[in-house]
């Protein structure tokens, strides 16, 4: 489960990081963290399901990063354009480059697959991630807002208050490592 904090903590202190070129708009924020949420509903049943399905029949275990990159880029691309559609009015351009890049997915897509875990682990797992994600994105997008109000020292400002909030949440998420075993 350590291992599992750990992806979701550094990806979503990535990810914030990248958004942080500049001031970033709740509403933008929130459909990062739902475009990031449907991608992983989505990615982690399909690349175990490749995975399975493909990859051990042929024995070609070895391989599954090369799998698991294209299906991620694809769906990136993809799932922004759809909710495109349906909502037009919130701020979905540029999301693509990010979506790509989220290691979160990656990240819980190699170690799910090697693991033998059933259909409904993994869905488990998705919808968990998925909302453990958005919830450290909205997070770090709150300690950075009050980080730019507070008064603060000169040499706390910016990364390096980030980098200390960023292992106060790794912290309080890893206590949680224990309550799911049995």
Same mark, same amino acid.
């Given at each position: 489960?350590?291992?599992?904090?750990?992806?979701?903590?550094? =990806?979503? @202190?990535?990810? /914030?990081?990248?958004?942080?070129?500049?001031?970033?708009? #709740?509403?933008?924020?929130?459909?990062?963290?739902?475009?990031? =949420?449907? !991608?992983?509903?989505?990615?982690?049943?399909?690349?175990v %399901?490749? /995975?399975?399905?493909?990859? !051990?029949?042929?024995?070609?275990?070895?391989?599954q990063?090369? +799998?698991?990159?294209?299906?991620l880029?694809? @769906?990136?691309?993809?799932?922004?354009? !759809?909710? #495109?559609?349906? #909502?037009?009015? %919130?701020?979905? /351009? *540029?999301?693509?480059?990010?979506?790509?890049?989220? =290691?979160?997915?990656?990240? &819980?897509? @190699?170690?799910?697959?090697?693991?033998?875990v059933?259909? %409904?682990? +993994?869905?488990?797992?998705? +919808?968990?991630?998925?909302?453990?994600? %958005?919830?450290?994105?909205?997070?770090?997008?709150?300690? *950075?807002? #009050?980080?730019? /109000? =507070?008064?603060?020292?000169?040499? &706390?400002?910016?990364?390096?208050?980030?980098? +200390?909030?960023?292992?106060?949440?790794?912290?309080?998420?890893?206590?949680?490592?224990?309550?799911?075993?049995?």
């Amino acid at each position: 489960m350590s291992d599992y904090v750990l992806i979701l903590v550094s =990806a979503a @202190l990535v990810n /914030h990081l990248v958004l942080q070129a500049e001031p970033v708009e #709740r509403a933008r924020l929130h459909a990062l963290g739902l475009c990031s =949420a449907l !991608l992983i509903l989505v990615a982690l049943p399909a690349g175990v %399901w490749l /995975h399975r399905q493909f990859l !051990l029949p042929l024995r070609l275990q070895d391989l599954q990063l090369f +799998i698991f990159l294209p299906l991620l880029a694809a @769906l990136a691309w993809t799932l922004p354009n !759809l909710l #495109r559609r349906f #909502r037009p009015d %919130w701020p979905l /351009h *540029d999301l693509q480059p990010q979506l790509s890049a989220n =290691a979160v997915v990656l990240g &819980l897509l @190699l170690l799910l697959g090697s693991d033998s875990v059933d259909g %409904w682990e +993994i869905l488990a797992w998705a +919808i968990v991630g998925a909302l453990g994600f %958005w919830l450290a994105l909205v997070l770090y997008a709150d300690l *950075d807002a #009050r980080c730019r /109000h =507070a008064e603060m020292p000169a040499a &706390l400002r910016g990364l390096p208050v980030q980098l +200390i909030g960023a292992g106060v949440m790794a912290m309080a998420f890893s206590g949680l490592n224990g309550l799911f075993t049995q």
